[in-house]
């Protein structure tokens, strides 16, 4: 049995020192190296190192997420955790983690990187009884991404392949959303796109990665409207 290195058994955080984010840094590097020796010994105990590794870069990330390098290395440690659950066949886990890589890729204006995570989990959560329930979440967020890049062809094929993929969606809040949210750029209608959101914000409120999705793409919406101005 391989020995575990004294920084995967001790990993002190000293939360009172001034640089308080780099150490926090430096243990979450521990626990991700610690998780490299358990994984060939004890599986459960390499998750949880994994575990508090994310963990405590997602607390680091609170913090500085501002700066677009830590969301990078944010992305990176997701990536790694969702292949360790997905390779100990722990579902629900990797889904999770994957949830994280395209959130914070669509930050980063990643948009197709985080359309193909929405979408695979998607796919792979028909067949499971209890993950098929959030199947229309994930198309909504993959369509959400596909508004962002402003091109109208793109969420209007991707709706129809959503719908093929998965039928109820057809008649979902989610799938109305993104087809009104579809036609009122079609439209280049700013008043009717403001409408749509607050109609459904009503009935299903919003959180703050749909607000900031949507406010980009109303912002593409004016400033189209202006460059149109300026041309008239």
Same mark, same amino acid.
């Given at each position: 049995?391989?020995?575990l290195?004294?920084? @995967? ?13 780099? @150490?926090k $840094? ?13 994984k060939?010994v ?20 609170? &913090? ?14 997701y *990536? ?6 997905q390779?100990e *066949? ?5 889904n ?14 990643q948009? *197709? #990187? ?21 199947? #229309?979440? $994930? ?6 991404? $596909? ?6 062809? @793109?969420i ?13 969606? =057809?008649? =979902?809040r989610?799938?109305?959303? &993104?087809?009104?949210?579809?036609a009122?750029?079609?439209e280049?209608?700013i ?5 749509v959101?607050?109609?459904f914000? @009503? ?16 912002? #593409?919406?004016?400033? #189209?409207?202006?460059? *149109?101005?300026?041309?008239?």
């Open positions: 049995m391989k020995t290195p004294i920084s @995967s058994r001790k990993l002190p955080i000293p939360i009172n020192s001034p640089n308080h984010s780099d @150490s $840094h430096d243990a979450a590097n521990a626990y991700a190296e610690a998780a490299k020796y358990y060939k004890d599986t459960n105990e390499a998750a949880s190192c994994l575990e508090r590794a994310v963990n405590i870069f997602c607390e680091i990330g609170r &913090l500085n997420m501002a700066a677009s390098q830590k969301i990078d290395q944010a992305i990176v440690y *990536e790694k955790a969702a292949e360790f659950f390779n *066949e722990v579902t629900t886990s990797a999770q983690c994957n949830l994280k890589v395209a959130q914070y890729a669509s930050q980063l204006e948009y *197709e #990187k985080a359309i193909k995570i929405y979408e695979d989990i998607a796919r792979h959560s028909l067949g499971n009884n209890l993950l098929k329930y959030g199947v #229309k979440g $994930h198309l909504l967020n993959a369509g959400m991404c $596909h508004l962002c890049k402003a091109d109208v062809v @793109s209007t094929n991707a709706l129809e392949k959503y719908q093929d993929l998965d039928p109820t969606f =057809t008649g =979902t989610e799938c109305k959303f &993104l087809s009104d949210l579809a009122a750029i079609d280049e209608d008043a009717k796109f403001t409408n959101v607050k109609e914000d @009503s009935m299903t409120p919003l959180d703050s990665w749909k607000t900031t999705m949507l406010l980009r793409v109303k912002e #593409k919406l004016k400033a #189209k409207e202006l460059e *149109e101005d300026d041309l008239t």
